[in-house]
């Protein structure tokens, strides 16, 4: 079964500091792969994606994300954070083309100290 | 274009009762999808419809169904629900065309709590 893990739990940066987000999932075949982020009372919205092609993408709100294909990881990048980026971030797989079954990892929480 | 709309947006039910939820998906997306948020157990998939046939189904048990309309709205059913019912269930479409994936976009989701 595909899994998904995200390396951090809870991470509290102060504003300018640089962000990365770890995601690993497990499975072996080919797969799409998205960051999605939920701000406080708000609902999931999607910040990138990649289905195939440069593995380095590039999101809404300046975030960008690597895809590694030989580490199994999907890591969410952005250079200078700030207070209103305070989140949510998930990461998700899709594995299966024929379907919708998305699979996500448990969630970082990000805090952005003003 | 109006996004995903999803009610009620608040839900309290009793131990033993069923629910019913509802899924208006963005105008032209035929897939919706059916997810379980909790603290615990995060985001869990439950199932997706696509042209009114449930395509994929998660690891819940069969008190969970639902079930999708030919104007793409769903709706899922809970019966006889139980404590650990109460969590926030979200919905999804996308605009996916057979064999293709495109990303989902999700509803605010129905806050059901079950006392």
């Known amino acids: 079964a595909q899994s998904v893990s995200q390396h951090n739990h809870h991470v509290i940066l102060s504003e300018a500091a640089s962000l990365e987000l770890g995601c690993n999932y497990s499975?072996?075949?080919?797969?799409?792969l998205f960051w999605y982020v939920q701000y406080p009372g708000q609902h999931l919205q999607l910040l990138l994606k990649?289905?195939?092609?440069?593995?380095l993408v590039k999101g809404i709100k300046g975030f960008e994300a690597e895809f590694i294909k030989s580490k199994f990881s999907f890591n969410l990048r952005k250079p200078s954070v700030q207070w209103s980026d305070t989140a949510e971030y998930f990461c998700?797989?899709?594995?299966?083309?024929?379907?919708?079954?998305?699979?996500f990892g448990p969630g970082t929480r990000l805090s952005v100290l003003p | 274009k109006a996004g995903v709309t999803q009610t009620p947006r608040y839900l309290i039910k009793t131990r033993g009762q069923q629910v019913t939820l509802s899924c208006s998906p963005i105008?032209?997306?035929?897939?919706v999808s059916w997810y379980q948020q909790t603290p615990g157990q995060g985001l869990q998939f439950l199932f997706e419809?696509?042209?009114?046939?449930?395509?994929n189904k998660g690891n819940f048990p069969g008190r969970f169904s639902g079930r999708q309309f030919s104007n793409s709205r769903s709706e899922m059913n809970v019966s006889t629900l139980e404590l650990g019912d109460s969590a926030l269930y979200l919905c999804?479409?996308?605009?996916?065309?057979?064999?293709?994936?495109?990303?989902?976009?999700f509803g605010p989701g129905t806050r059901l709590t079950v006392t």
């Open positions: 499975y072996g075949g080919t797969v799409n």
């Open positions: 105008s032209g997306h035929r897939s």
């Open positions: 999804a479409s996308s605009l996916l065309a057979s064999g293709s994936s495109y990303e989902q976009y």
């Open positions: 998700a797989v899709n594995a299966d083309n024929y379907g919708q079954n998305f699979v």
């Open positions: 419809y696509f042209s009114e046939t449930q395509r």
């Open positions: 990649y289905f195939s092609g440069d593995p």
